[in-house]
């Protein structure tokens, strides 16, 4: 493996199949040459959740049939945005910390995670992802935005 221009060896991108993931995973690749590249999805499991009143979610017993749904349309999705000699995982649960734990266990050096546009409600009440990867992780991440056409 020869050593890209950014020197980062090992990059894991979060990807979450929105028209931002896909512009990231494209930048990705170009921008950094020769590095391992890690894709990793993680199925939301909260979507078994229900809103609380206080911008949480609260538990309810997973539906087994619809988790296991995503999860094989979701390895689909990833196995097919993979170019050979990229790596891939699937995990299911928070969105965040799946991201993060992934990023340890495999020792990536830097996180690409995508930045969506979201209404300064649903930003109040959810907060972003990419926001929250970066405020926890441990090693660089880089948040990409598409550009807004104009």
Known sequence: MTLNSGGFQRILVGVDFSAASQYMLDLVRQRFPGAA????HVTDARVTATPDLL??????????????????????????????????????????????????RWAAD????????QGAVEHFFLGSSAEKVVARSPIP?????????G
Not at 110 to 117: A, D, F, Q, R, W
């Open 37 to 40: 590249v890690r894709l990793a």
């Open 55 to 104: 911008g949480g979610v609260t538990p309810v017993i997973p539906d087994v049939q619809l988790m296991n749904t995503l999860e094989h349309a979701d390895a689909q999705r990833l196995s097919a945005l993979a170019r050979p000699g990229e790596e891939t995982e699937l995990l299911v649960g928070d969105p965040v910390t799946g991201v993060l734990d992934a990023a340890r």
């Open 110 to 117: 830097l996180i690409v995670v995508g930045s969506h546009s």
């Open 141 to 149: 991440v880089l948040t990409v935005r598409v550009p807004e056409r």
